[in-house]
């Protein structure tokens, strides 16, 4: 029929969350659209969500075709600008580093889940793993918390029951080991929930076993729910992060609405109350938007190499108040709704979080087939462990739905990672790719590169700040390299790069059928 189908759209910047770059509607109309432009004026560099809502007759949307024009790299007015690199290693999660990129994907990281896929530890979290005086660390949920030991990763041994927290206050806790902290006795800290009121509580610990609090253990903060609670230390801005859960407006139905929140102190012994929030945020916008799609349950952030990673416990597929609900417990049945996902999102400083793998329906350990211990739910450690040269991913998974209260055998599982390799840039077959880097100054000799190519190749040419190619670092002396797989390749020039020290240059990474995940100068 005439003027029965109506299309809606809203690009974003980043996330569902970020600035809106462009919107607009079709109108109603019959028949097919083509070569329909969606209003962006403006070119953005970075990733972008497009949302298309459709009203009317016709049952489906099929979008056959849709194309982004390639902004030229000149008009991003960055690229050209120097970055600080030094000798700090570059994980090219983002584009910190990078001014431009042609024929490669962003590829997100294979994980390895060890032990067979079983569980390496009979216990639960919210909780935390760490590696420190040559042991595994894990604190476990409990009546109190508990405490355990391994020398392999995969073999713990109970130490004790945690003592000094209040253990009416002990539903949700995650545990650190202060970089900052210069006082023994504070060495440790905790970030516990305080149920009644919901709110955030912290204590200090010599030994991370016996445990005495501040602020004579009442809550730091104002409401922050029962999922978890985090504090670090973040040393380039020179302050205490705390995340926390919470709350949104509910829609008419009643349904819960679950976001986040950051917060900043720059010394908690002096005020443990002093906290400033940075920001809340949920998924979408307004009150019902995502809310039954997806919400953040629970975030703590692992910082490493100068990038924040949130480990991101996402609700998906939320049953509506008062829907049909099948709730006979099934632990064989792998199941797609009522289950609760591992994201990881990547940032810098306090910008928002980089939503894409989320949205791409891409968890950085996926749940287990059907039968397993982690087929319904994942919820991670509080922090990453990173040692001999893995990335160690420890994890709570759970073999029935969020609204089942008898869940199964549930256990801590294991998931591990190659050295930096979290996020890479992949071009595929035999389709050539490069990156190119913002101009920095060369304070090394050396250059190692992270990068996986066995069945390809790569090679590394060093050019002026302006991108030209300097001579013995280009062409016919830059050699490709194949059948490499290595997290620390060094390529080699016809020229040494000390000549080189001290000035403004750009790298260009050319790959065929390889992955390449990082870099620094040496």
């Known amino acids: 029929g005439e003027n029965t189908n109506r299309v809606d759209w809203k690009i974003y910047a980043n996330s569902k969350v970020g600035p809106v770059l462009a919107s607009g509607s079709t109108g109603d109309f019959s028949g097919d659209k083509t070569q329909l432009q969606l209003g962006m004026k403006e070119p953005h560099f970075g990733i972008v969500i497009l949302e298309l809502t459709h009203t009317g007759a016709r049952t489906t949307l099929a979008v056959d075709n849709l194309q982004f024009d390639e902004a030229p790299a000149s008009a991003n007015p960055h690229v050209n600008e120097p970055v600080a690199v030094g000798t700090h290693k570059q994980l090219l999660v983002d584009d910190y580093v990078i001014a431009k990129t042609s024929g490669l994907a962003r590829t997100l990281g294979k994980v390895t889940k060890r032990n067979g896929g079983q569980p390496v530890f009979d216990g639960h979290f919210y909780g935390t793993v760490l590696y420190d005086e040559g042991k595994f660390k894990l604190w476990y949920r409990g009546a109190p918390y508990g405490y355990a030991e391994s020398t392999d990763g995969l073999h713990f041994r109970r130490i004790s029951k945690l003592v000094g927290l209040d253990p009416a206050h002990r539903n949700s806790a995650s545990f650190y080991i202060d970089p900052h902290e210069t006082d023994p006795a504070h060495r440790y800290k905790v970030c516990y929930a305080y149920l009644r009121p919901h709110a955030a509580a912290l204590a200090y610990s010599a030994d ?5 609090p501040y602020n004579n253990g009442k809550p730091v903060t104002h409401r922050a729910a029962d999922t978890y609670n985090q504090i670090l230390w973040d040393e ?3 302050v205490y992060r705390m995340f926390t859960r919470t709350d949104f407006r509910r829609p008419p139905d009643g349904l819960e609405v679950r976001g986040a929140r950051d917060m900043i102190n720059p010394d908690i012994k002096a005020d443990p109350t002093n906290w400033r929030t940075v920001r809340e945020w949920k998924f979408g916008k307004g009150v019902t938007d995502e809310v039954y799609r997806r919400q953040i349950y629970a975030l703590t952030d692992w910082i490493y190499e100068g990038v924040h990673f949130g480990l991101m416990s996402v609700y998906e597929f939320i049953p509506k108040p008062g829907a049909p609900y099948d709730s006979r417990p099934d632990l064989v049945k792998r199941h797609d709704h009522d289950v609760v996902n591992f994201y990881i999102g990547t940032t810098r400083g306090n910008a928002m979080w980089d939503l894409n793998w989320v949205y791409a329906d891409k968890p950085l350990i996926p749940r287990g087939p059907d039968g397993s211990f982690d087929k319904d739910m994942i919820y991670p450690a509080s922090q990453i462990i990173t040692h001999d040269d893995t990335h160690w991913i420890y994890y709570n998974g759970y ?17 591990t990672l190659k050295l930096d390799r979290f996020i ?7 389709q050539p790719g490069s990156l190119v880097t913002r101009p920095f100054k060369l304070t090394g000799t050396k250059i190692q590169v992270n990068v996986s190519a066995m069945a390809g190749r790569i090679r590394v040419a060093v050019l002026d700040a302006q991108g030209n190619p300097l001579p013995g670092f280009s062409g016919s002396g830059a050699p490709w390299q194949t059948a490499v797989d290595s997290l620390r390749w060094q390529p080699q020039w016809k020229t040494d790069l000390a000549p080189l020290r001290g000035k403004l240059v750009r790298l260009r990474f050319q790959l065929e059928n390889a992955s390449l995940f990082a870099f620094q100068i040496k």
């Open 208 to 212: 991370g076993i016996h445990w005495k």
């Open 236 to 238: 380039e801005a020179r």
């Open 399 to 415: 073999p029935e739905r969020h609204g089942i209260g008898d869940r199964g055998k549930y256990g801590i599982g294991l998931a």
């Open 424 to 430: 890479g840039r992949q071009a595929s077959g035999q």
